[in-house]
DNA sequence: CTGAAAGCGCTTACAG
DNA sequence: CTGAAAGCGCTTACAG
């Protein structure tokens, strides 16, 4: 490795100082276009690599936003990623993403390092049970955060997400005016508040509608392919035999529709089935998938710009408003057929 | 926020050195042992934060390892970083993601990132004609490389990947055992090493057996469920009616199955398919599929731990051997049925 | 076992 | 338009 380059080799063999030459590569108008182009040409030409840590503890910004979520390899989360990299992108922002797994100490952990690398702001979906006392930590300590998916109570933080519980009872009512008068809601968990909005969404329709809604028909759980697949058995052996299932996201519909496919049922016509995200896979799932669509794009790219909003010194308003999900009918869904 | 808090902060308010608070952070056996907990406990208490920017500076080590793949969010890629993740999790090392979409510019960005944010190494899956001279580069200006699933001819680094060629070779012989002689092979690109080695492979069991290889039986491009799915309608329409598809990988071949369902056919019955990779999914997809198990765990594991030793000075073998695929017999192949 | 001082490579007032 | 100098917050010889 040859000997490093820094602004005091480019300085010295220009013979201007690093004060010019720091301003000539960061393009100020304070340098004259001339001096500037003979210092970039020269940068350019002996491979000067700038120093971001240097700069940034000199100005303490340090151009990172973290994003956080439950799983990155997650298809759900996976779009609102991308959309997230695209808008950060524009704005020349690097990003440390990071996986927490619903475990609160690898979050922490996460956090910790992003202050200790002077990260501008974070994104993130967080853990369940993160104490509001976390976010706040983190913002005291200069590090802006902005939340998506899932709320925190009392993290006075902004957050993007979908009306959840007006998203279930789409698909929930979408199913009744089918003809379908027992329906099961399989996946999911009470302890994020997404949970629990898609499940009251679920209840909320099918008592509007005077449907009975027995606990037993509550499968929860499962939160992906592997979970649904393996839900259906459970889901088959459902006492008074339900003939539909709204699905706590597509992963689930879509593992679900395999393991009843399996049981020898034909999903979509013995049984219909919703999901919840409209991910690009439900159009491919046969039968293609019924579900709600659940603006992961915009999500991603609101909490974003509120973020770059928010490191630019504006205030961004705290209550978002959700963004209203849509019904996507497909194929697996339809007139209830009776199991015997 | 409050006034930051630094080593002096704490070497004030306890009446030492900024250099023995240094030392007591980091468990130095220098520090006497009383000092040192009285150290830990002060800065446990005021809430103190490490700055990695300023450490770094000073000990051009920054813990920041950098990965760079094709797409995260595609499984076969998340199941390495899995593994990546874990190992390097172990090391205290911070990892930085990222997409190139085999954008090559998008790979010089981020490297260029690495290299000013003064990364310790870079495990890549190289954008496809990345030049030797990209990687070169880096590894001159302290950015030790190793590469994963594919390589780039003299670039003088080491790869960890599968044998590409056994790989496919396995899964044509499965299908041609069973009575296949009209194979096609479905997605993947001669752009990469990887591309080149399995369609190879699966050529050498072909004419092993004295079979034709038909080079309308190609089908180059998929490499997603969307783009396997959308094959299906090419699969079908080629003339002379193969029996069997050997896909590129699980994601192509599920979504193929996907369309050769739609088309009304039974995949595993009508058509045998092969994927490659045996993600998670293989299991569970309907009908579960026979495919090569490609050691992405292995991958994973290897490249990490090779990165670390080269971190630490140590060397590492350029050439590294290839991890052998196993065949992973299910449900998606059976003998050929003559289509009309 | 502990402290004083230099230095990592930038940027930013400040002066000219 | 350009330069001299201080300082961001650490760590590391070096001295005691």
């Known amino acids: 490795m040859a000997q490093k380059i820094k602004l005091s080799t480019i300085a010295d063999a220009l013979g201007v100082s690093t004060a010019t030459v720091s301003l000539a590569l960061r393009d100020s108008p304070l340098v004259a276009g001339s001096t500037r182009e003979k210092i970039k040409e020269h940068a350019r030409e002996i491979g000067y690599i700038y120093n971001r840590r240097a700069a940034s503890l000199r100005t303490s910004r340090s151009g990172i936003v973290g994003v956080v979520v439950h799983d990155i390899m997650n298809p759900f989360y996976a779009e609102i990623l991308r959309s997230i990299e695209h808008e950060l992108d524009r704005s020349r922002q690097t990003f440390l993403l990071s996986n927490h797994y619903d475990q609160l100490d690898k979050q922490r952990t996460f956090i910790d390092t992003l202050l200790q690398l002077g990260a501008d702001g ?24 902005v939340l998506i998916a899932r709320d925190v109570d009392g993290a006075h933080v902004p957050v993007f997400r979908g009306d959840d519980a007006y998203g279930t009872a ?76 709204c699905c706590w996201n597509d992963l689930v519909a879509i593992g679900l529709m395999n393991g009843i496919a399996r049981a020898g049922l034909v999903p979509g016509v013995d049984i219909s089935v919703t999901g919840y995200d409209d991910l690009e896979e439900a159009q491919i799932a046969t039968p293609a998938l019924t579900t709600v669509w659940n603006g992961q794009r915009e999500v991603g790219r609101r909490a974003a710009s509120a973020l770059l909003d928010k490191l630019n010194g504006q205030t961004v308003r705290l209550s978002q408003e959700l963004i209203k999900p849509e019904l996507h009918v497909r194929q697996s869904t339809g007139r209830p057929v009776e199991r015997v």
């Open 122 to 145: 974070v994104i993130m979906s967080p853990a369940i049970d993160t104490p509001a006392s976390d976010i706040i930590m983190a913002e005291e300590n200069g590090l802006p955060a």
């Open 170 to 245: 789409l698909a929930t009512n979408h199913l009744i005016s089918l003809g379908h008068k027992r329906i099961a809601m399989v996946g999911g968990t009470d302890q994020t508040s997404t949970g629990r909005d898609r499940y009251q969404g679920y209840v909320n329709a099918m008592e509007a509608a005077g449907l009975e809604v027995m606990p037993s028909w509550r499968v929860p759980g499962p939160r992906t392919k592997q979970g649904g697949f393996e839900a259906a058995a459970q889901f088959l052996a459902l006492k008074d035999k339900p003939t539909a299932a």
